[in-house]
């Protein structure tokens, strides 16, 4: 566990820095604290699993994060920026330029093609439609989707929505894609697939990659497991053997054509 | 982040559920439709009615004899004698706001042309009676001042007349009879239709005032019923009004205390009085027509509030992916925007449709004004953005958590 105290000012690197983070629900009269206090620093280009049980905390450190929502007290910067006093269009920008999102229920838009959900924060951030298709492109041929730009969701397997979903939280070159349970709505072949392409992403384009799960065999794939109880990090550690999702899908028996 | 972009996605959006979409519609379609059909009704009524005004002059007065008591009972207007030739001369003398003036001696006899009679109604009026009516002589011409003088025994007939008593025949120049005197038709009046309380207005003869007087009434001179005057112009006649009761009082030697015994009516006012008339029933029309459109809006309101419900899960992505509060309120706002706007055109189409159905089969007049079709656009635009906004603000106001969390 790291003592907020001794973190060095000069962090040459700290995409994240969170200090002594509370944040207090009121649910009716009664006030739940969901965050003690919790300080954590990340830096640019490291996997970071977050693990803990349910209403330990780990999802509201999530919200924070992701700059869903603020702290009821502390310090919140972002590349830099103090992002824990701005109001909700402010937050939007933020998460519109600096934030991805990977959710487990993929959360693609409906009824709305591939390529358009991908072009989705582009939308946002005001960038033209030509440069937005090509961006969109860009992104969907990273995840290996290149030839599915116009299918619905629908028309998608989990997995293949996962991967337009990662091509989406990577479209707008963010400085961190929040990872909730991705791999919570998936089998083992497809969950070590997004896996493989997250930890490629991290590895070739330094992207920094923050992970909820609560599958330790997952978070074995991260570079650090924070671990959250009561409101409080319990145990900061680096991944002593980290595994390599490509080589867990070399080691798999040939697979029956899942998803593809 | 662009407007056509934000159209963009309020489009595909409405066009996810065509049948929903198309039945909110439906509410804005009839209620414009209803506003620019019953406001054409209204519109085209009062369009005739200021038509058949200023067919008859609406710079004309009419100065009638007054009141006359008998015995203690009012004989009503026009009872008393009051009103004399030398009134008339008097009146085109000595008032320069007055354009034209002509005596009216009303009669009315059964008038013969070989083995064909009819019942017709005689006015007598002097030369000037087609400028004061602005009513032109069709084929040959209008009896001049010298047969006024004179009481000459000619007859201009009104188109109804003409017809009856000559059916496929030039009158001008016949003679016909007259309470078995013979009278030259000098001309043919052109045909002016019905009369605002649907009189047949050619079913008329014109005769010189004097003939009547002399030649048509009984042993008695009648004096004038009344006189027709114009003024030089529409401002000019209610100066001319004043005028000419200065000067009537004066000739009549009536004292400051009393009242007129006669009475000058502009037939400005009566114009004004029947706009207004007609300007109630259209509104009264177009508020009832109106009431649907509210009922309309209601209706996407009541939709969009819906699709926000629905949609709880895709506001929760878009908040996510970077959408600002206000971006997500334009877009509903886009929405429903949009649902009133198309409602409205079409309605604008149908309305026009329905509109031109009453004057075809009913044979209504109606007007179809680009006021009306811009104010119920403009009212169904409204409707849109008042009935839009509540649902548009909720979906903007979710808790980008929630909404992801949604169900």
């Known amino acids: 566990m790291i003592d907020p105290v001794h973190i060095p000012e000069s962090a040459p690197d700290a995409v994240i820095r969170l200090e002594r983070i509370h944040k207090i629900y009121k649910m009716g009269e009664v006030e739940v604290h969901a965050l003690h206090g919790a300080s954590l620093r990340v830096n640019r280009g490291e996997f970071v699993a977050i693990m803990g049980p349910s209403g330990s905390g780990k999802s509201t450190m999530m919200n924070i994060i992701g700059c869903l929502d603020r702290p009821t007290k502390g310090q919140y910067l972002l590349d830099g920026q103090d992002v824990s006093k701005l109001n909700k269009a402010q937050l939007a920008d933020i998460r519109n330029q600096r934030v991805g999102f990977v959710f487990q229920s993929f959360n693609l838009v409906p009824r709305t093609s591939a390529i358009e959900n991908v072009e989705l924060p582009l939308l946002y951030a005001g960038v033209g439609s030509a440069e937005r298709l090509r961006r969109a492109r860009e992104a969907l041929a990273i995840v290996g989707l290149a030839d599915r730009g116009k299918n619905m969701p629908n028309q998608l397997s989990g997995g293949q929505q996962q991967r337009v979903a990662i091509a989406r939280s990577l479209v707008n070159d963010p400085s961190i894609v929040l990872a909730d349970e991705p791999t919570g709505a998936l089998d083992t072949r497809t969950s070590i697939e997004v896996m493989e392409i997250l930890q490629r992403l991290n590895r070739e384009r330094n992207l920094t990659i923050i992970l909820v799960t609560h599958e330790p065999d997952i978070a074995q794939y991260a570079t650090r497991v924070i671990h959250f109880r009561d409101g409080r990090i319990r145990r900061d550690e680096p991944v002593a053997n980290r595994k390599d999702a490509a080589q867990a899908l070399r080691e798999l028996p040939p697979a029956e054509e899942d998803d593809e | 982040m662009n407007f056509l972009a934000i159209l963009k996605i309020a489009m595909r959006a409405l066009g996810r559920n065509k049948m929903r979409s198309a039945l909110t519609m439906l509410g804005i379609i009839i209620g414009v439709g209803a506003v620019i059909a019953m406001v054409s009704v209204g519109q085209g009524a009062q369009r005739m009615v200021q038509d058949q005004i200023s067919s008859m002059g609406s710079n004309m007065l009419y100065v009638m004899p007054g009141n006359m008591m008998q015995g203690g009972a009012s004989m009503g207007l026009g009872a008393a004698s009051t009103l004399t030739d030398e009134d008339v001369i008097a009146i085109q003398r000595e008032i320069p706001t007055v354009a034209h003036v002509s005596p009216v001696v009303n009669s009315s006899a059964q008038i013969v042309f070989g083995n064909q009679n009819w019942f017709v109604r005689i006015q007598g009026t002097n030369e000037q009676f087609p400028d004061i009516r602005n009513w032109k002589v069709q084929q040959g011409e209008f009896f001049n001042e010298a047969d006024v003088v004179s009481g000459s025994r000619v007859i201009v007939l009104g188109k109804t007349v003409a017809d009856k008593l000559f059916p496929g025949m030039d009158p001008v120049g016949q003679t016909i009879r007259v309470r078995n005197l013979p009278f030259r038709v000098s001309g043919v009046l052109e045909a002016k239709g019905q009369s605002m309380v649907g ?151 149908i309305g026009g449709s329905i509109s031109r159905g009453i004057s075809g089969f009913l044979g209504w007049p109606t007007l179809v004004s680009s006021l009306s079709v811009l104010i119920s656009f403009g009212f169904a635009t409204a409707i849109g953005i008042f009935f839009g906004y509540y649902p548009a603000h909720k979906a903007a106001a979710l808790d980008p958590i929630e909404a992801l969390r949604y169900e």
């Open chain 2, 199 to 349: 009189q047949d207005q050619d079913d008329t003869a014109i005769v010189p005032y004097t003939t009547v007087q002399r030649k048509l009434a009984g042993r008695t001179i009648p004096a004038i019923s009344q006189a027709m005057v114009t003024g030089v112009s529409e401002a000019g006649s209610k100066l001319a009004q004043n005028q000419i009761t200065d000067l009537l009082r004066q000739r009549h030697k009536i004292g400051p205390t009393e009242s007129d015994d006669f009475m000058v009516r502009n037939m400005a006012d009566v114009a004004a009085t029947s706009a207004q008339l007609t300007t109630i029933m259209t509104l009264l029309l177009g508020s009832i027509a109106a009431i649907s459109l509210i009922v309309g809006g209601i209706g996407i309101m009541n939709i969009m509030l819906v699709s926000v419900t629905e949609r709880t899960r895709e506001i929760g992505i878009r908040m996510a992916v970077g959408a600002r509060p206000n971006y997500i309120r334009l877009q509903f706002l886009a929405e429903s925007l949009m649902l009133s706007l198309m409602g409205g055109l079409i309605g604008i189409l």
